[in-house]
């Protein structure tokens, strides 16, 4: 199979969780004799053609197109304000991809990698190329105010595509919600590389170096967050829990690794409370696999998550989690809670800091159950989330596709 993703992250241009997706499951299909095409962003730096370890690699680079276009701008698209230059360049980008796809065809298959991919594929469709839309998060989720233009779009994008693949159960659901037919949707978790992702790859030696570097001492609880710094993923309200954990268990620290929108603010409450570390460097996948490493915990209180890649990897490390699953929660699905069977962590209602801080508790207060829990944890990774198995239900979803339209 010739298959065309369009994706604006693509390695070693890489800014989240998109661009990790598509670099692992595009190497998984190839090495199951797949052909794949990634139609990606370039930088006007890195050479418009390469190969990566047989993923060919098209990096289209946005031509500006302001001052011809902002004339015929609704009121609606000016709203964008300072955004609306990456609003042009993004439709610039999706209109070479989608000439590229056409020139380089055929191809048996045209993959959109959520709304930023979608006005290429939607294009190239139109010309007969069977079409896929990859749902990793929805506008209503990702915002607190969503645009309605993304909105129509991702509805636009559901309504023309052959099949649409979201990463939980959850997403399925949140689509059904936005009219989307049931029949119409396939859910394939994502993987982790549980090879990379193992704790018996870190060392005493990097484990100490970063007590040292944090001031940690040897009986302190490190209770791990690791994510964006925005209001949806429950910052804040963890942040009020460990208030509360920290009355009862003096030697808990909270070490939040990550960056966004609330970075001052919790950088002010971290100089003012004592059990609160903030790292916003940069890591390093090895780093990233030591602080997890580190953790006697990890806690991702999510408001709303489509998946959560990051509880993900904390099971691969053998780290159970307190995770939010109150509303849509992805979460729900890799985090096992007390009641069911082989136990990985616990759910809780992450816009309540009570309840978080009686999951962190319940889970500090027991080493043998942590220790228990995140055997099951990582034995549920090598069971139901490695790539291999994404990739060969992917695969299965697209041969789908085909078949339906033949």
Known sequence: MKLAYISTEYPPLVYGGLGVYVHYISHELNAMGQKISVFTCGDGKIGKYGNNEGIEVIRETPVPLMDGLEIFLSSQSLAWGSSLNFLLDLFSYNRLAAADILRKGPFDLCVAHDWLGLPGAMAVKRE?????????????????????????????????????????????????????????????????????????????ERLQALRSKYSLNEDDFVVLFMGRLEPVKGVNQLIEAMSVVAGKYPKARLLIVGKGSLEENVKEVAEHRGFIILVTDFLSSEDKRDHYALADLCVFPSLYESFGIVALEAAAMSKVAVVGASGFSGMKEIVRHPGSDKPTGVHVNGHNPR?????????????????????????????????????????????????SRS
């Open 128 to 204: 007969g190329l069977p079409m896929i839309y990859h749902v990793h998060g929805l506008e209503i989720g990702r915002s607190d105010r969503p645009n309605p233009q993304l909105v129509e779009l991702e509805r636009k994008g559901t309504e023309l595509a052959d099949l649409v693949i979201t990463v939980s159960n959850a997403m399925k659901h949140e689509l059904a919600e936005m009219g989307v037919q049931l029949d119409k949707i396939r859910v394939c978790h994502h993987g982790v590389d549980a090879e990379f992702l193992d704790p018996e790859r870190t060392t005493p």
């Open 355 to 403: 309840d978080i801080a009686w999951g962190i508790s319940l889970v500090l207060e027991n080493s043998e159950l942590r220790k228990a829990w995140g055997r099951n944890a990582r034995q549920r990774v090598l069971e139901n989330f490695t790539w291999v198995k994404a990739a060969e239900k992917t695969l299965a979803i697209y041969e789908e596709a085909l078949l």
